[in-house]
């Protein structure tokens, strides 16, 4: 199993390679520290949602209402910071226990009540955001308090390029790289992370190895909903603008990117490592686009083949591995765990 | 445990029904011998749309209309034409729409019609089966001022690149075709570097477009984004790569969210009309009709401006400039 997801990975990385060889050949700006570094910046939203998402989908769930959690922490800690000063320590405080407090929502209705989660967080999604049309009655926050701004100019590694300007590391991307290597010790290294991974593979046997299924899913949906928090304030910081509505809508590329990076919508499979290089695979998709002088009209085209190509090719290729005999070996305990997970309590 | 669950969902259902029901009542209670004009919007709870109340409530307290405003959660044509026929039960006396679909609409307003119901219609000028649309700008004037805009800001020659909202927006895509047309005539050595880019919704997606264009088109001069997210997206991406001032960034901005981008000199100039006139145009066109007034006789709207009709639609002209000096004075 961990050779083929390493596969996966490979795969994924390859096709970047291949990409920036092609991007570059046509736009040599493509392939500067100056352009990585604001790929890394300005996709550090989406990538932190991301990692949240994996969690989700090696767990075996899924999650429609993370943009959703992330809206809410985001406008509610700007509204009380905006009312009693705080600091920027106490917004990601704030916002964290707002995300957890809906993530948990999601995993008990899903874990109590045995509804499916698409259906639970497509529902939650609607109460969450419903909720904050009907309170804030959609009026946007133009001004944040000053240390938004000066918090998301800092850079922890400045360089200057060739007419002086000054460009490098900014702390958001700093942000969510601590969160990843965060998330892959998680997953590699403790109980919970090996946990989530049991409950994704089987539930039946997870249950049987003695593993508490419910703390495992409510676990999950928190931590989901605390990176949706975190990824909130951070387009707070991005944008420096809070609009009710700017986040919602974003969660298909987000579940995409993490799909690209070879998680499995079918659960106990997934890596951080694979998470990041989809995250970047969709970016540099984007932003290759304009670097290549290619028609506004055909960036959506663009973007599907290359999902299309990436998955497909190591999804063919993981089929051909398993064809003949080895096929009821790998496939029949997979089938029987979807047939079971649904009513298994 | 089993009780207390079945008790707090009965609650909840009380609830539910009995929502509707204290919203409705509120508006039963309004005088009932006024004219009763109620304005649909698009979408509910989003900047433009408040604003636009805004004027709703004025035109009630200074026309002494019962006038309120509804609109659907979402930008959803169905929804629009469902609360058309429930005002249409209600039997008011006046509809001023923002249609979210024109086609889908036209059966409703004649229904609406046969039952003695006006129908206003704005930012729809097309639109068939209404009795008058309302249009605070002129569509080929508004294009034409914002690429004058732009060449204020950047000279008669050099690159430039447009932004819309989407690529299916009407309006957007209107301006941007009237626009290149115009540039093509009037300013022959302005170039467009590349098609319109669809981020004008969107902040981050145009702070990230601009930072592209920049290293695509070391030599970009302007911009032009439609959409209110656009030009300030813009405006962020030049002032992080120390460019405000030196790349021309205009078009479509709500001013509150503007100010600090044109104060700091990273965005050139915005261009807009205020949704309240519009609200406020609409109710006063509504009464001056329902009192027998004719269109073909309509000179101006008081408070708003002059007219020009051109056969049932009226337009009005509340095209503004926004600019650093004036971006405190609109109030949203």
Request: charged letters at 15%; hydrophobic letters at 50%; one cysteine or more.
């Amino acid at each position: 199993m961990k050779k083929l997801l390493e596969r996966h990975e490979t795969y994924v990385l390859a096709i970047i390679i291949l990409l920036s060889i092609l991007i570059t050949s046509f736009n040599p700006n493509f392939l500067t520290l100056e352009n990585a570094f604001d790929l890394l910046k300005s996709n550090a939203f989406t990538g932190i949602l991301a990692i949240g998402v994996l969690f989700v989908l090696i767990s075996g769930g899924i999650d429609i209402s993370f943009a959703a959690t992330a809206t809410i922490a985001e406008y509610l800690t700007v509204i009380v910071c905006l009312q009693i000063g705080g600091s920027m320590l106490f917004a990601f405080a704030m916002a964290v226990l707002i995300g957890i407090l809906l993530g948990m929502v999601n995993g008990y209705l899903i874990d109590r009540f045995s509804i499916p989660p698409i259906i639970t967080t497509i529902a939650t999604m609607n109460l969450y955001y419903g909720l904050l049309i009907v309170f804030s009655k959609g009026r946007w926050l133009y001004t944040l308090p000053p240390y938004f701004r000066s918090f998301a100019d800092i850079r922890i590694l400045t360089l200057s390029t060739a007419n002086g300007l000054p460009y490098g590391i900014s702390i958001i991307t700093a942000i969510w790289f601590a969160l990843m290597l965060l998330a892959s010790f998680i997953l590699n290294f403790t109980r919970l992370g090996r946990s989530i991974y049991a409950v994704g593979g089987d539930v039946i046997s997870a249950q049987r190895i003695g593993i508490r299924v419910r703390m495992i899913r409510v676990s999950v949906y928190s931590f989901m909903g605390a990176l949706a928090a975190v990824a909130g304030i951070v387009q707070a910081l991005l944008v420096q603008t809070v609009a009710p509505n700017s986040i919602v809508g974003k969660e298909l590329n987000v579940i995409a990117a993490v799909v690209l990076g070879g998680a499995s919508l079918t659960g106990g499979v997934g890596s951080v490592g694979g998470m990041f290089l989809g995250v970047m695979l969709l970016a540099i998709v984007q932003n290759g686009m304009t670097l290549m002088k290619i028609p506004a009209v055909w960036y959506d085209v663009f973007v599907g083949l290359v999902i299309i190509i990436s998955v497909g090719f190591s999804s063919w290729k993981a089929k051909r591995r398993s064809s003949g005999a080895i096929i009821d070996v790998q496939e029949a305990p997979r089938t029987h765990s979807e047939q079971t997970a649904g009513g298994s309590r | 445990m089993h009780n207390r669950m079945k008790v707090t969902l009965l609650v909840l259902l009380a609830a539910l029904i009995a929502t509707p029901m204290a919203f409705s009542q509120g508006q039963a209670a309004a005088a009932d011998d006024a004219y009763e004009v109620v304005t649909v919007v698009k979408i509910t709870g989003i900047p433009w749309f408040n604003r636009l109340e805004e004027g709703v409530v004025q035109a009630k307290k200074d026309l002494g209309l019962n006038a309120y405003q509804i609109g659907p959660a979402d930008a959803d044509p169905a929804q629009q034409v469902k609360m058309v026929e429930d005002l249409i039960s209600k039997d008011v006396d006046a509809i001023c729409i923002t249609p979210n679909d024109a086609t889908a609409l036209e059966p409703v307003f004649k229904k609406a019609r046969e039952q003695g119901i006006l129908i206003l219609t704005h930012e729809s000028p097309d639109q068939a089966g209404k009795d008058v649309d309302i249009e605070l700008i002129d569509n080929v004037d508004f294009a034409k001022r914002s690429w004058d805009m732009l060449v204020e800001g950047m000279g008669t020659s050099g690159k430039y690149a447009i932004f819309v909202g989407g690529l299916t927006v009407p309006l957007h895509n209107v301006w941007a075709d009237e626009g290149i047309k115009y540039a093509q005539e009037t300013y022959p050595d302005l170039e467009l570097v590349t098609s319109r880019i669809p981020c004008g919704e969107d902040q981050e997606l145009a702070k990230q477009k601009t930072l592209e264009l920049l290293k695509t088109y070391p030599d970009l001069k302007g911009i032009v984004g439609f959409g209110s997210l656009g030009p300030p997206g813009a405006a962020q991406a030049l002032k992080e790569k120390g460019l405000a001032g030196k790349v021309t960034v205009v078009g479509t901005v709500i001013p509150g969210h503007a100010a600090p981008y044109l104060k700091e000199g990273s965005l050139t100039k915005g261009i807009l009309w205020d949704p309240k006139d519009a609200g406020y145009a609409l109710n006063w066109v509504a009464k001056y009709m329902l009192e027998g007034g004719s269109i073909a006789d309509l000179k101006e709207v008081p408070g708003i401006g002059a007219v020009t009709v051109d056969g049932d639609v009226i337009k009005v002209d509340a095209m503004v400039d926004i600019t650093k000096e004036n971006v405190d004075s609109f109030g949203f």
